[in-house]
T-cell receptor, first 112, second 116 residues
């Protein structure tokens, strides 16, 4: 089992640029979560999907952030335009029903 | 509202000492899950344990043990005979018990340093 796959692992971009983070959940899992980890705020949920449908996006910081899950095996988190305060590690996690969440390795985003 | 408090920001112990990481939670749900995750220096989040609110039995897995006490809303984690490889940030988390997906609410983590 490949686990949750995230790409890229590291991203450095300049303020104002569009950033797209990608996630492939574990096959068969029907829930997908995007988290952000910063020193100031710790680990916080941005959005989660159940059966490809967004359930709760109340954690998305602002309109610059958007997430999609076009099918059961792929999700994207997009930031447009990016700002330095978006610098963080972004984790994707997946789960099956009430089971525990498996986390991907994270994407470390640096916005200059 | 769901809340997890890990009052210990950082702990340092000498190798082979026992160490307990505290976790206190708040929830209005009568049914819920509690978790511990480990984040080593490499950055990934590693699942350690899940406990549902029905089951207050303590659990032991090798050098790890967990003490769940509903009366004090605590879910503490003890490492016995600590090793340098245990050095990491440990997160306690809480999830509701709903059909479908369940969001995890994380504590702020405890950074454990095991000194050789």
């Amino acid at each position: 089992d490949a686990g949750v796959i995230q790409s890229p692992r590291h991203e450095v971009t300049e303020m104002g640029q569009e950033v797209t983070l990608r996630c492939k959940p574990i096959s068969g899992h029907n829930s997908l979560f995007w988290y952000r980890q910063t020193m100031m705020r710790g680990l916080e949920l941005l959005i989660y999907f159940n059966n490809n449908v967004p359930i709760d996006d109340s954690g998305m910081p602002e309109d610059r952030f958007s997430a999609k899950m076009p099918n059961a095996s792929f999700s994207t988190l997009k930031i447009q335009p990016s700002e330095p305060r978006d610098s963080a590690v972004y984790f994707c996690a997946s789960s099956s029903g009430l089971a525990f969440q498996f986390f991907g390795p994270g994407t470390r985003l640096t916005v200059l | 509202a769901q809340k997890v408090t890990q009052a210990q920001t950082e702990i340092s112990v000498v190798e082979k000492e026992d160490v307990t990481l505290d976790c206190v939670y708040e929830t209005r749900d009568t049914t819920y899950y509690l978790f511990w995750y480990k984040q080593p220096p490499s950055g990934e989040l590693v699942f350690l344990i899940r406990r549902n609110s029905f089951d207050e039995q303590n659990e032991i897995s090798g050098r790890y043990s967990w003490n769940f006490q509903k009366s004090t809303s605590s879910f503490n984690f003890t490492i016995t005979a600590s090793q340098v490889v245990d050095s990491a940030v440990y997160f306690c988390a809480l999830s509701g018990y709903q059909t479908g997906a369940n969001n995890l609410f994380f504590g702020t983590g405890t950074r454990l340093t095991v000194i050789p």
